[in-house]
């Protein structure tokens, strides 16, 4: 059994996107850091922002940073 969490919809804007995002990062953080393997058999993580093999902050903020950019620039072309 695999978790994975998906959410779907029309976020309001790029704000929205960026709180919405560390709404996420705060609850994985205080929910599952350091006892998530507890829970589960033969973990594997996919982790584009390769905060879980490194633990470094700065890379997973110029990830971020990065899809943040991303983000603008489609709102920007897609607007509404």
């Known amino acids: ?15 929205a996107y960026s709180l919405l995002i560390d709404e ?3 609850f994985a953080a205080r929910h599952f850091s350091g006892r998530i393997q507890f ?9 584009e922002g390769e905060f879980w093999n490194t633990s470094d902050e700065n890379i997973l903020t110029e990830h971020i940073h990065r899809c943040n950019e991303v983000l603008k620039e ?5 607007p509404g």
Not at 1 to 15: D, L, N, P, S
Not at 39 to 47: H, T
């Open 39 to 47: 829970f589960f058999e033969g973990l594997k993580v996919e982790d």
């Open 1 to 15: 059994m695999g978790v994975t969490i998906h959410f779907e919809g029309k976020v309001k804007g790029a704000t």
């Open 74 to 78: 489609m709102l920007a072309k897609n």
């Open 24 to 26: 996420l990062r705060e």
